[in-house]
């Protein structure tokens, strides 16, 4: 069954992020796919985040975030922020990146970017909702085309994300 849902969620029209956050100096950065704009005035996003990973606790100390919205092209990045813990490897050594306003990292090469301040942290699940205040952002690649959720095959699978029962 975990099959045919994790089939049914790649029908959802959904980009494929990654998230960076910072807190004194520590920074770590994950794969997301659930982020959505929640409110015009003021600009917020949102996103969901597992509080069991390494990122959910430099995000609650530092209570920034940084979206970057990754390209078509990008799925080898999507994997390397997905599949891997930051407690134990450092994700953006290999990476280039640069750290935004809010001192969370921003990749270089993606074809946008956020920078949030965090206004609310909710349960929601076994993850958390976490609202943050868009405070800036850029279009860094407007002829670029984002990297759709749909396109990312078995990479929720092979990391274990999916209950075996729905």
């Known amino acids: 069954m975990a099959d045919r849902i994790a089939q ?3 029908h959802l029209t959904a ?7 910072a807190d004194n100096g520590r920074l770590d950065a994950f794969t997301a796919s659930s982020i959505m ?16 990973h ?9 209570r920034v975030f940084a979206v970057s919205v990754l390209r078509a ?26 750290p935004g306003k809010t001192g969370a990292p ?5 074809l946008a970017h956020f920078e949030c301040q965090v206004v609310s942290d909710t349960e929601a699940g076994d993850h958390r909702l976490v609202m943050g205040r868009v405070i800036d952002g850029a ?7 984002p990297l759709i ?13 999916y209950p075996q029962e729905f």
């Open 106 to 110: 921003l990749l270089v090469d993606a």
């Open 37 to 52: 704009q929640v409110s015009f005035s003021p600009l917020l996003l949102a996103i969901s985040i597992n509080p069991e």
């Open 8 to 10: 049914l969620f790649r």
């Open 149 to 161: 959720y749909a396109q990312t095959g078995n990479l929720d699978m092979s990391a274990g994300l």
């Open 15 to 21: 980009g494929v992020y990654v998230v960076g956050v």
């Open 73 to 98: 092209q990008q799925q080898a990045l999507a994997e390397h922020f997905g599949t891997q813990s930051g407690r134990t490897v450092d994700k953006l050594a290999p990476i280039s990146w640069r």
């Open 54 to 62: 390494e990122s959910y606790r430099l995000l609650t100390g530092g």
């Open 139 to 145: 279009l860094v690649s407007p002829d670029g085309d």
